[in-house]
């Protein structure tokens, strides 16, 4: 497969009060084109700094990070940021929410563009809800908004950090299966952070392991499973085999 997002030997160092800490520490490790992967590893081994540094928000110390074989720039338009939280702001209406990256960028009457954002309300269910507010949507719902909102945008990379967090079990894997099939159906590549190795495993096509702080690339896993969505991949008879493998890497 074609590669989109490339590290090569990246390493970030941040500076304290007392002293300089080494986060990164030589990471390397490639994205393909239409994957989806996960970075899982050990709590506070820079899994968000991996993230903050391919959309061009930190800066990496040496190494560098391509994205289709070009440099990521500080806050790449290629790229395309899910945060935990939603992020949706309640006195704006659901429409006035996903178009609110076509105001920012000033590209609020670009007809390509506002049609893109009413396709996908009323390719995944959202359309009857353009004129609601937030607080009148489910958990569900309000992530879906915010991931149109991004998709809007058409990015070529989507970085997805925990956005399933605030939610409970029950509406996690429900929205996890709506988010999986948005992006697989949109044909967009996607990196996930997540502390939930179940997450991982029943998201990815595959998924790279860390190690503690200073982070580096301790293997690689690539995944295959006959079903396709999150919710059956869990069902699946491997898939108790491959969180062991997983957790094996992560104590």
């Known amino acids: 497969m074609e590669k989109l997002l490339e590290f090569n030997n990246v390493k ?3 500076q304290t009060k007392e002293s300089e800490v080494c986060a990164l520490n030589g990471v390397n490790f490639t994205v393909e084109k239409e994957s989806f992967s996960s970075l899982v590893g050990p709590s506070g081994c820079g899994k968000t700094t991996i993230l903050s540094l391919t959309a061009g928000l930190l ?18 338009e290629r790229i395309g940021y899910m945060f935990q939280r939603d992020h949706l702001f309640e006195w704006r209406s659901i429409w006035q929410n996903i178009i609110l990256g076509l105001e920012i960028k000033k590209m609020k009457k670009d007809e390509k563009k506002l049609a893109l954002a009413e396709d996908l309300l009323k390719k995944y269910d959202l359309y ?8 009148q949507l489910s958990g569900g719902m309000r992530q879906r908004v915010a991931l149109i909102r991004t998709l809007v945008l058409e ?3 989507l970085l997805l950090d925990e956005p399933f967090s605030a939610l409970d079990f029950q509406t996690r894997l429900k929205v996890c ?4 099939e948005i992006i697989k159906s949109e044909k967009k590549t996607a990196l996930l952070v997540t502390h939930d190795i179940s997450e991982a495993l029943s998201m990815s096509d595959k998924i790279i392991i860390l190690t503690k702080r200073p982070a580096e690339v301790k293997t690689e896993l690539e995944l295959s499973f006959p079903q396709e969505t999150p919710l059956k991949k869990r069902e699946d008879k491997d898939f108790g085999n491959y969180f062991e493998m997983i957790w094996r890497n992560l104590v």
């Open 12 to 14: 970030y160092f941040y």
């Open 155 to 157: 990015p070529a990379l």
């Open 59 to 76: 800066t990496p110390s040496s190494g560098k990070i391509l994205l289709d074989n070009k440099p990521v720039e500080q806050n790449d």
């Open 128 to 135: 009857n809800f353009k004129n609601k507010k937030p607080r």
């Open 177 to 180: 299966d709506d988010v999986y």
